[in-house]
């Protein structure tokens, strides 16, 4: 495992030491998606997955041959069948029988068969994690660091009448959220008692939610990481939420947007700084490393209110390690990596920190997670493969080459498209497709998809062709939907 006395002083000093390194590393999740291009960073870093989206032609992906196993309900039970795996074992001894490992989702039995196998996971425990998931949790978070949310009451609610007493100050069209979970499955808008009937199972059985006064918003994401010299913050990304033509979820994410005049500078300011309390804040609770911040922005006063705190990297993380500002210093998830890596270094975070903030450092790009959103279960048969696409004058869209990363992506006629689900698998409500990312913007001015946009995501569809699951014997059973939370 590699170790090294000698400080580390500056970019130039953290970019050679990874190019160099010799400790083996490992992301390991259901697909490469969110750390996508990281093998090009650090020497000695391999992808293991669940799916195979390179069809066997990415040279560090190692994709196990399936065994038997229950249906997954989660990530991480995705994540202990990889650990468990004899040939991801195997795979893992040849290397060295050590290194360190990266989840998108882990638990306590994670932990365990990481370090049967030799791993240590760079990442907080996963029991901190949990508990800075936990949405009631994260607004207190923010109440500490000063970082306003949007007007709310933390309470538990066990009928209508005590949802109109606790959040009198409110109004009454409200919007409330239980503790776990993503926005399409989790946020309950409640305007009457027959829609607080449609959820009060779920909130009644929380002991605390958090509820809301309803605005009317956009929806921003902005990435960070909490390093022993201050927390690093990404810039301001733009939501795509809730649209039909990419998700079956009302309120659900369903891609990203990021370019240099992201809403105006003094809501980028008012994200950056709130973002860097937060990972201060975060600091103090013993958390260190990457994390994400989704935004709410009142569209009606302006005012930024933080959303909720996702502590990992996440369905955005491609989008910020691979903008310019990254390519011209390091990606955002080596400076988490490197809270782990047994080295002392020094850096300006606070340098880093304006130099990212420049608008001449960010490029555009947008990214469309592209799922099922017909309410069908089909088994498909023809599955457009992972690689650079090509859109013609007239909006049609074919296959150009393979490739494994978006960087070949060359015009806003091109798009590079990482494949999802493939030949033989479940095409059922909510399943996720693919991720298709391309240069310049996917919305107009008020947050529709543009007409770019719809080609891209008619011409994808397109290349998908399944028959009903009657015609196979035996019938197979349909999966948990595990791609909504901004994970993949």
């Not at 949007?150 to 959040?167: F, G, R």
Request: charged share 25%; net charge negative.
């Amino acid at each position: 495992m590699t170790t090294n006395s000698t400080k580390l002083n500056g970019i130039s000093d953290i970019r050679r030491f990874f190019q160099r390194n010799e400790t083996p590393i490992y992301f390991i999740s259901a697909t490469n998606f969110n750390l996508l291009g990281a093998d090009e960073w650090v020497k000695s870093f391999k992808f293991i997955t669940y799916i195979d989206c390179f069809d066997g032609q990415h040279p560090n992906v190692l994709v196990p041959i399936e065994t038997p196993h229950d249906i997954f309900e989660s990530i991480e039970e995705i994540n202990n069948y990889l650990l468990e795996h004899k040939e991801v074992a195997d795979y893992i001894a040849q290397r060295g029988g050590s290194g360190k490992v990266l989840f998108l989702m882990f638990d306590e039995d994670t932990e365990a068969l990481a370090q049967e196998l030799g791993l240590e996971v760079c990442f907080p425990p996963a029991k901190l994690r949990t508990h800075i998931d936990n949405k009631v949790t994260t607004t207190r978070i923010a109440n500490q660091a000063g970082v306003d949310s949007v007007p709310n009451v933390l309470a538990k609610v066990d009928s209508y009448e005590t949802l109109l007493d606790v959040s009198e100050a409110l109004g009454t069209d409200l919007v409330v959220q239980t503790p776990f979970g993503d926005s399409g499955h989790t946020t309950f808008f409640i305007s009457n008692e027959a829609e607080w009937e449609k959820y009060a199972e779920e909130i009644i059985a929380e002991p605390e939610v958090k509820v809301m006064k309803r605005i009317n918003c956009r929806g921003s994401a902005m990435e960070a990481c909490v390093t022993r010299h201050g927390t690093i913050v990404g810039p301001l990304m733009t939501e795509l939420v809730g649209f039909r033509e990419l998700t079956p979820y009302k309120g659900g994410w369903c891609g990203n947007e990021i370019y240099a005049d992201t809403f105006t500078p003094e809501i980028r300011r008012k994200a950056r700084e709130s973002t860097y309390a937060v990972g201060e804040q975060l600091k103090k609770e013993g958390y260190r490393g990457y994390f994400e911040i989704d935004f709410l922005l009142d569209t009606d006063s302006n005012d930024v209110y933080l959303g909720e705190i996702n502590p990992r990297v996440t369905g955005a993380s491609s989008i910020t390690n691979h903008a310019v500002f990254a390519l011209a210093d390091a990606p955002l998830f080596m400076f988490h990596l490197l809270e782990w890596m047994d080295v002392d270094y020094e850096l300006d975070v606070k340098e880093l920190n304006e130099r990212w903030a420049k608008p001449e450092n960010i490029d555009d790009w947008g990214q469309l997670v592209i799922k099922h959103t017909e309410d069908t279960i089909n088994i498909v048969t023809k599955a457009p493969p992972t690689g650079i696409w090509q859109m013609d004058d007239h909006g049609q869209v074919s296959f150009s080459r393979y490739d494994s990363h978006r960087r070949a992506v060359e015009s806003e006629h091109e798009a590079f498209f990482l494949r999802i689900t493939g030949v033989g698998d479940y095409q059922y409500e909510g399943a996720d497709l693919g991720i298709l990312v391309t240069r310049g913007r996917l919305m107009t001015d008020d947050f529709q998809l543009n007409d770019r946009a719809k080609a891209w995501i008619n011409g994808i569809r397109a290349q998908y062709k399944a028959k009903p699951p009657i015609e196979f014997t035996p019938r197979p059973e349909v999966p948990a939907e595990i791609g909504s939370f901004k994970m993949l």
